[in-house]
């Protein structure tokens, strides 16, 4: 720089040095006012539609975080002019720990919260100036974490019904950002936090077997039984030993006077049964191949399938009501719980694999006696066409008649009139209808919850089936072991239908709906783990193949912001 240059530089910052301070005014607003003015600028920008990222991290809850801070005037939520709150603290601490909720603490900007407060520290300690910007970012993601939890705690972070890593399709009216705001003004953070967890003690029991099962799979687990002929009472062998200690480890087999030997004894074989009973197994006291096959399922497999139902349980926590039937799919049994008790329990079949039964809540509102069926067009190409190219009387033989196309019309069609080569699945004009009776696979009673799926509960002719471990069998609805029993108690508050009643318009024949006088909830769900009412661990075969699906959405980050969360 040659020195006029750098005389004239000299001669510009003197006189700039010696203007009055009106010129350039000093910044003498607050730390948090600076922060606020960020914050609002960051929430501008989210509501034009662009989204934010701040520190690295996307912004999921971007509606709820900006009807949050709009309603607190962009204040900042979590510091004040001196740095961070003691809440921003508490909040960090509470991420940490989502992980005793079968969920991933990282994906709640677990990092990018833990590294800004470290920052903020250690500003402070050396006394420097906390930038107006750190903060903002601190603070915007702290209220992210907190939303989030607050949504995924109360209703669960995967789409129930694409079993995707939707995080922002949330069925719930919860105003998380309103209990944010008490949360904070009561210093209660974490507390109201946790509260919106699932609330039942089969959540709480499931979260404490999710810890339990976490400590042996860090031990290394258990150790497997070798295959070979089926193990049972009376006979020596050396997996014997294997088996005492795979059962021991799960604590069916107590601990107290823990024999070693080769030999199959009456207290090793209660100890099967125990494991038999806690997993739906034929319960014989053998370990053949389907009870070889589940002892031999993993500790790290069973700890991914406690976290898969905690978040199903967390999907219908708070929906069901005092008085409901619970059907469980993956248990194939039905449940009427009357104020937290099971007041009837019965065996059920649900649908095969490719005609699954749907997962739903509906109201049961009637029941119908001596029901007609008027068959699925799917059943009608599939099973009951080839029937009858084979068999002319087919259609008599079981009891169904031909009825014109429309579901108000019972005219009658005579199937000789018809020339069958014509008719396909693609092309059938009719409507074909079985008459109640012993033949009718609805049985006597149905049990009607009107919904989309078409699906209802129903007696069955078929009563071997209740007796098979694995009833998956139906064409996707429910068929009950006790259809009488279940009629009796949803018409208790009737004095008229007395099970008398029922039994006497069964016998007439004739199809009648009748009204239930109390309406009830009906939750269709699927649980392959739960903790009984006895406190048991329960676990069941993933009969639909779901769990590994919603494990990995479970497992799965969302790759941009979700403008759409409520």
Known sequence: MNRAILLSVILIVSICLSLPDAVFPADDRSLSEKVSEFIKAQVEENNRGTGITLAGEPVYTSKMLARFYTKRNFLPAWSEDHGPLGQAETLLKTIKGVNQQGLVPEYYHLEAIENLLQLARSKNRKKFLIEPVMLAELDLLLTDAFLMMGCHFSVGCVNPVSADADWFALNSDLEVDRILEEALKRNRVNEMLLALLPSQDDYTKLAQELAHHREIADSGGWPPVSGGPTLKK???????????????????????????????????????????????????????????????????????????????????????????????????????????????????????????TPVFSEKMTYLVLNPYWNVPESIVEEEILPGIRKSPDYLAKHDMKILSGSWDSTEEIDPLSINWDTITGDHFPYRLRQEPGPKNPLGRIKFMFPNKFNVYLHDTPSKNLFSKNVRAFSHGCIRIEEPMELAEYLMLSDPAWTREKIEAEIKNGVEKAVPLPVPISVHVIYLTAWVDEKSIMQFRDDVYNRDMQLYEALRKKPAGPRSSLK
């Open 234 to 356: 009376g006979i020596k062998d050396s997996r014997v030993i294997e088996l005492r200690k795979r059962l021991a480890v799960t604590g069916d087999l107590p601990l107290e006077g823990k024999k070693t030997g080769l030999f199959f004894d009456k207290e090793l074989e209660q100890a099967v049964l125990n494991f038999q009973q806690r997993h739906g197994l034929k319960a014989d006291g053998a370990v053949g191949p389907s009870t070889l096959s589940a002892l031999n399922v993993t500790a790290e497999e069973r700890v991914r399938q406690i976290q898969v139902n905690m978040e199903r349980t967390r999907w219908i926590s708070g929906n069901l009501g005092s008085r409901y039937i619970r059907i469980n799919i993956a248990d194939y049994r039905l449940d009427a719980v009357d104020n937290g008790r099971t007041v009837i329990s019965m065996a059920v079949v649900v649908g095969k694999r490719y005609w699954y």
